[in-house]
């Protein structure tokens, strides 16, 4: 037995367990300077656009568009109910005042023909005419004798006079002057339209904002630019309130003038139809007459919108 000597057996060959290593990675660890290997990120489908937010918000919308169009026509539905119903259930007298289903009948048939386009073309042409030449003559007159004071002194008692006096109340003047073609019923139009573009044409002028006005003064201006950059824009509310009301003027004028001495229009459609007792075209004539002012209006109120878009609207 020898002491001091290492008793331990060696390892057969091949067998030799290798020598611990300092800092030996933890298992799944990457040793150092290795690149390390992750495994893919999963594909990320793209994110949806919010279709539901947006379907959200239109139906929304369309529900908006739908009451307001219920509220819109309610009224007419029920005026259109009542005047089917009541000739039916014997509350009014038939004969005068038929069902609007026969008024609907006799429309179709008078459009049918042609004579409806005839006559609503005829008429147009006058009131178009007649509301077109007093919008030209108005606007600029009342400018003038809005602004220009000794100029609203002279002819401040004329138009006293006139505007006083019903266009109707001239027609047989217009007629002894002017025959009983179509310069006379042309004219009444003119005559009739006149004053309420002109009489809101002048109220604007003098009711512009003097501050806006002495500060564009105070910038040298001349009047035309003056005028340009101030009072038409500051009196393009009042004006076209004078034009709507001219709009519907340059209509109901003209009907009563052609029911005097005419061959052709609504006015002579209405009045030959009440003459040879066909009541339901009667009613047609006037029912297009209104959907005539209807419509002319609400051209005139999208017109007024667009030249109105500088204005910041109020706040409520």
Known sequence: ?????????PAPAGLTAPAPAENTPAEGTAPAGAPVLRPPAPETAAAPAPATTWTKSGALAVLRAL?????????????????????????????FLPPISEVAVAWWE???DGQLADHTQASLIRSFGGFAIAVAVAIPLGLLIGWYRPLADFLGPLLEVFRNTAALALLPVFVLLLG?????????????????????????????????????????????????????????????????????????V???????????????????????????????????????????????????????LWRVPSSS
């Open 1 to 9: 037995m020898t002491t001091g000597t290492d008793t331990t057996a």
């Open 67 to 95: 009451k307001a169009v219920a509220v819109r026509t309610a009224a007419l539905l029920a005026l259109t109910a009542l005047w089917e119903i009541a000739p039916r259930a014997g509350l009014v007298d038939a004969t």
């Open 110 to 112: 008078l459009a049918g």
């Open 180 to 252: 009983i073609g179509e310069t006379s019923k042309v004219s009444i139009v003119v005559y009739a339209c006149l004053w309420p573009v002109l009489l809101n044409t002048i109220s604007a002028v003098r009711n512009a904002d003097p501050t806006l006005v002495r500060l564009a003064r105070s910038m040298d201006l001349s009047t035309p630019r003056l005028f340009q950059k101030v009072i038409l824009p500051a009196s393009v509310p009042a004006i076209f309130t004078g034009i709507r009301l001219a709009g519907a003027v340059s209509i109901l």
């Open 254 to 308: 003209l009907v009563a003038a052609e029911m005097i001495g005419a061959k052709a229009g609504l006015g002579y459609l209405i009045n030959a139809s009440q003459f040879n007792f066909a009541i339901p075209q009667m009613y047609a004539g006037i029912i297009t007459i209104s959907a005539i002012g209807v419509a002319f209006n609400q051209l005139l109120v999208t017109t007024e919108r667009r030249l109105s």
